[in-house]
């Protein structure tokens, strides 16, 4: 129990320091997020509409759901339509509004299924 414990501390600081480096923001855009999951890496446009493009692996789908841990809200998961290779836009409005989100990708294609949870902090413009 205590090593599945100090696993799990482990692989959350891990994920933490991955989304610090790779986090990153163009002139001035939105915020750009890398992230690596069992079978797949993506790299996450959180603007409006979600834009996921799938790095490492071809996915044939991909579905986002959005939490915002801090006011307990949950969107239902959306779908994505594929806007050209191994880039998929989401089909509605995945963040209901500015703050520290939790999205859920979930992708399935040619390494199986896979669901990469990233952070991304949503402002106005």
């Known amino acids: 129990m ?4 100090s696993l ?6 891990a994920a933490g320091v991955l989304f610090a480096v790779t986090s990153r923001r163009l002139g ?13 890496t ?18 044939e789908t991909v579905t986002l759901a959005a939490v915002m841990p801090s006011m307990g809200h949950a969107l239902p998961p959306t779908g994505t ?15 209901g509004m500015d703050g520290v989100w939790e999205l859920s990708i979930t992708l399935s294609g040619d390494r199986g299924e896979d669901v990469i949870t990233v952070s991304a902090v949503v402002a106005g413009d």
């Open 81 to 95: 339509v594929q806007a050209g290779p191994g880039r998929f836009v989401a089909e509605e409005d995945v963040f």
């Open 28 to 40: 001035g855009g939105p915020e750009i997020v890398e992230a690596a999951g069992a079978r797949y």
């Open 42 to 59: 993506v790299t996450v446009l959180p603007a409006d509409p979600v834009e996921v493009r799938v790095t490492s692996g071809q996915a």
């Open 2 to 5: 205590k090593r599945a414990r």
């Open 8 to 13: 799990a501390a482990v692989c959350l600081l």
